[in-house]
């Protein structure tokens, strides 16, 4: 399919050039629309780009603060663990809980 499209865009700059040698011979200022339609896909990808980043950005955060949690518990189970020297016997300490995941699924 992009064979055929580039075929497609071939044979309109092929056929535009009697246009453009057209314009040109008069004075007329003119885009040439291969150079338009690069323009828009460019801005279409600049778009799609900036969409993507805020997905990445807010699953970076997300798994950030999954890595602060995760952190945390094993912060407070190594005290546990020091202060029962890794015995659950006659423990004073609660071991903590761990902290529920968080979901990782894109919201909408």
């Given amino acids: 399919q992009i064979a055929a499209l580039a075929d497609k865009m071939d044979q309109a ?3 535009f050039e009697d246009t453009a040698d057209a314009l040109e011979s008069q004075g007329v200022s003119f885009l040439h629309p291969a150079i338009e339609l690069e323009e828009l896909n460019v801005s279409r990808r600049t778009h799609m780009n900036e969409v993507a980043k805020k997905y990445v950005t807010k699953e970076r955060q997300e798994v950030d603060g999954e890595d602060e949690d995760v952190n945390i518990t094993a ?3 190594q005290k546990v663990k020091a ?3 890794g015995r659950l016997t006659g423990i004073k300490t609660p071991i903590p809980p761990a902290s529920p995941a968080r979901s990782m699924s894109p919201k909408m």
């Fill in 13 to 15: 700059t092929d056929a």
């Fill in 75 to 77: 912060q407070e189970l």
């Fill in 83 to 85: 202060q029962t020297h």
